[in-house]
């Protein structure tokens, strides 16, 4: 499926800072993604407003996404059940689930999508076939297209020699 007929997250076309529900694929969850490590800021710029005291959690390099995620309260109670341990800033390389779930949107009060912290604890991926069908092509297509290579993504996907030609030709293009 072309990128045209699936569309665009809006919040794709921003230059944001952090990521959001935009970068769950297809909005469907990530079973698997790694919080390399997470830090505590006394500012930050949060959707263009400066912020204190707010941790921000850094993920491994993965095909989803570069930026940092903004850990709200409730990311960061999750965290502690999940992890054990309320020493956030101690925390390396764990992994998690990442979802979306029904919010308060604070513009107006009403509902929006946040994303989330699964309850969940995180899935160890048998490593998905990458093909051209796949809902994380194109993502992986940037992703090569940033200097990235085939290896790289062969620490999360399996990928045949014929696939590996066909990223090529398309990085190419």
């Known amino acids: 499926m072309k990128e045209e007929e699936k569309g665009i997250h809006w919040r794709t076309t921003a230059k944001a800072l952090h990521c959001?529900?935009?970068m769950l694929p297809d909005g469907k969850d990530i079973d698997y993604i790694v919080i390399?490590?997470?830090e505590y800021k006394d500012k930050e710029n949060i959707a263009g407003r400066m912020?204190?005291?707010?941790a921000i959690a850094y993920f491994a390099e993965n095909c989803y996404t570069k930026l940092p995620m903004v850990l709200n309260a409730t990311?960061?109670?999750r965290l502690e059940k999940l992890s054990g341990t309320p020493l956030l800033n101690k925390l390396t390389n764990f992994a998690v689930h990442l979802t979306k779930e029904k919010c308060?949107?604070?513009q107006d009060g009403g509902e929006t999508y946040g994303l989330r912290i699964s309850k969940?604890?995180?899935?160890q991926p048998s490593k998905p076939i990458l093909d051209a069908k796949h809902l994380n092509w194109n993502k992986c297509i940037d992703y090569l297209k940033q200097g990235n290579t085939v290896q790289d993504l062969r620490k999360g996907y399996e990928i045949s020699e014929e696939v590996e030609k066909l990223?090529?030709?398309e990085v190419k293009k």
Do not use: M, Q, T
């Not at 912020?51 to 707010?54: F, G, M, Q, T, V």
């Not at 969940?120 to 899935?123: E, G, S, V």
């Open 75 to 77: 990311n960061c109670k």
């Open 104 to 106: 308060r949107d604070v």
């Open 20 to 22: 959001g529900v935009e």
């Open 120 to 123: 969940l604890p995180a899935k």
């Open 167 to 169: 990223l090529n030709n």
């Open 51 to 54: 912020e204190s005291n707010k």
């Open 36 to 38: 390399e490590h997470i």
